[in-house]
């Protein structure tokens, strides 16, 4: 008979595998987290939302047609260019809603947060408008109206002028054509029976 060991299987030495198992656990922990900093950095400080300070243009290129081939850049393709986030949108709506939207905001340096109003920043925003309307009262110059109407004035006159000349001529012209009053009086009448007397 051959001699054959009674276990034929393999032996581990499982300590020393447990030992490699929990340090390869350890770095993968600690590579875990490294990246986790580094995705996160430290937490970036955006801006509160604020109105717009421009015009947003969507009627320039309305009933415009233009030419695009392979090499025109993006920007002046057909549609609405983005320049913060490099994109083209082809609608007027889909473009308002992108510019108001989070990932625009955010290429923009702001969070979609709007600053609380207090008590005084409220007071502040009357008195600037109350500012502004006595500004626009100002404006409105007593002696610049007075001028403007009485070149009104002046106009009217004018035209109340040229409505009367021209009665006079229309008046002149009738009369040129009506027969000669010698004439209607050696046939026997006057006129034709109105009361009304030149």
Known sequence: MSSRPDDHRRKWDKEEYEKIAEERIKEEKLEKEESDLKKKGPPI?????KTRDYKVDLDSKLGKSIVINLNTPTSQSGGYYCNVCDCVVKDSINFLDHINGK???????????????SLDSVKQRFELNKKKMEEKKKDYDMAARIQELAEEEEKLKEYRKEKKKEKRKAEEMNDDQDPPNELASIMGFSGFGSSKKR
């Open 103 to 117: 990932k625009h905001q955010r290429n923009l340096g702001m969070s979609m947060k709007v600053e609380r109003s």
């Open 45 to 49: 400080k955006r801006e509160l939302l």
